[in-house]
Nanobody, 119 residues
Framework: QVQLVESGGGSVQSGGSLRLSCAAS????????MDWYRQAPGKQRELVAG???????NYVDSVKGRFTVSRDNAKKMVYLQMNSLNPEDTAVYYC?????????????WGQGTQVTVSS
């Protein structure tokens, strides 16, 4: 069974930094594309950053230059380094993976970790 477990959330002041971690199990991690999503109160869940098995990355415009996604295949971990945080980054952050088999796609989510940024 695929499991994703996030950690590293917390409360920081504007301008601060946090590093989120996601531990994955139950999948061939090295070939999986991993994503970080976030959901703020009253808003839709949005894709924040993704990292492919090749190491290529993508970011939503609002975090470019501030957030960095990385992975450690040996440890089956994916990270999100968040710098220059601002109150608009306050949200629950989720680790996500989509696995495909044939024509079917399966989405797996972690339980989420709260990030709160105060001004």
């Amino acid at each position: 069974q695929v499991q994703l477990v996030e950690s590293g959330g917390g409360s920081v002041q504007s301008g601060g930094s946090l590093r989120l971690s996601c531990a994955a199990s139950g999948l061939i991690f090295s070939i999986a594309s991993m994503d970080w999503y976030r959901q703020a109160p009253g808003k839709q869940r949005e894709l924040v950053a993704g990292i492919r098995s090749s190491g290529s990355t993508n970011y939503v415009d609002s975090v470019k230059g501030r957030f960095t996604v990385s992975r450690d295949n040996a440890k089956k971990m994916v990270y999100l380094q968040m710098n220059s945080l601002n109150p608009e980054d306050t949200a629950v952050y989720y680790c996500h993976v989509e696995l495909r088999t044939g024509a079917s796609a399966y989405h797996f989510w972690g339980q989420g970790t709260q990030v709160t940024v105060s001004s």
